[in-house]
């Protein structure tokens, strides 16, 4: 593979809509249950930072609430604003790599679209060089490919390609 090769210490910021599996997402990267995972009505209300060894090299991972998937930004609460932009300070000097998760069983509707632009925009245009989709629930899929699942939602074409075409599933 190409690329530039990894850091001897990365660090990931998760963000997105809420219930999207980001904690659930962030457990799993770091190989252990270090978040709260949505149950209950229990939701990250916090941003929070946890470390990891893995394959030798060291990870650090911060998991953050996520705003509600209709909410505009301006309904969003102030807290919720500022523990979502404080997610990137949490790992100072900042985040190798910005997650942006989405569940592939997510419809992605103009107004789920423009939730996601506004809520981006409190990190500025330059985050979406650093982010890359990370897709949930891919039990979901079924016999369909990732692939299928993008070509079919217009508004999920439009999220990989401002992220450069990267994402993981
Ligand atoms: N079926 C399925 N459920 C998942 C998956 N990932 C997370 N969940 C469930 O989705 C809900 C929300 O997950 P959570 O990680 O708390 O989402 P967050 O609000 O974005 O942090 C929880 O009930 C999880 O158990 C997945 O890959 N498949
Ligand atoms: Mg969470």
Redesign the pocket.
Known sequence: MGGKPLPEHLRLVLI?A????????SNTILGKTAFV???NGN??THCKISHSVVEGRWLTVVDSP?WFYINSLQETSEMDKLEIEDSMDLCLPGPHAVLL?ISLETAIHASYLRVVREHMSLFGEEIWKLTLVLF?????LGVKTVEDRIESEEGLQWIVNKCGNRYVA
Do not use: F, H, I
């Open positions: 997105g809420e219930c999207e599996g980001k904690s659930s997402a995972v949505n149950n939701r990250t996520g998760v949930t629930m891919s039990d979901w």
